[in-house]
């Protein structure tokens, strides 16, 4: 089924267009505030992919790359705060200037997970680039560096963002209109 007779998809939420420039915007930002201390990018699977990969093209750094893959207990559209991680990272993040890079802020419990736990392994400096934050979900202060665009609270996809494994490669963010798996 092509995109445009897909009856699941709702209203585009972020054009392709608008995510390119802003992609590329961000990426002057981290580059300038960065300079001299390239940052490794950590990636959150699998989400993240798609935004990891074009924001670090918009990056004139020699940064580095790992990944992380994680997992939230309980429902599949849902973080019920309990995160598990399926993937470590391969480096040792001692010393190291640390960009996590998300693809979506929801309650920011998987965040805030993250953060201690990378926070634990001694890194010279802990930040976070998310591509979307949804608006006024969050329990606490997520303390975001960079943001890339602020949404209100629909459940959506693409981008890199799914539902049960699809739409990840949509070049743009919809809202989802099916049902949601519980
Ligand atoms: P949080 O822990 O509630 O902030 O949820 C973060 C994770 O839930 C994200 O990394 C996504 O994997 C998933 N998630 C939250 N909202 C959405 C959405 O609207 N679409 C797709 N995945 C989402």
Request: glycine content about 8%; some cysteine.
């Amino acid at each position: 089924m092509s995109r445009v007779s897909d009856p699941h998809l709702g209203r585009t939420v972020v054009a392709a267009d608008e995510i390119q420039e802003r992609v590329a915007a961000l990426g002057k930002e981290i580059t300038h505030d960065y300079g001299d201390d390239p940052p490794l990018l950590v990636g959150v699977l699998k989400g993240a992919f798609v935004f990891m990969s074009d924001l670090a093209r918009a990056i004139d750094l020699p940064v580095e790359f790992d990944f992380m893959a994680v997992s939230s207990y309980g429902a599949a559209t849902r973080t019920s705060g309990v995160v598990r991680i399926l993937m470590d990272l391969d480096v040792e993040l001692t010393g190291r200037h640390v960009l996590i890079v998300e693809d979506i802020v929801d309650s920011g419990l998987t965040l805030a997970y993250l953060r201690r736990n990378l926070a634990a392994r001694g890194p010279a400096s802990l930040e976070v680039c998310t591509l979307l934050l949804k608006e006024g979900l969050q329990r606490d202060d997520p303390d975001l560096r960079y943001v890339g665009f602020r949404i209100p609270p629909a459940f959506v996809v693409g981008y890199g963002l799914d539902v049960v494994e699809r739409y990840r490669n949509l070049p743009y963010v919809a809202e989802y209109t099916g049902h949601l798996p519980e």
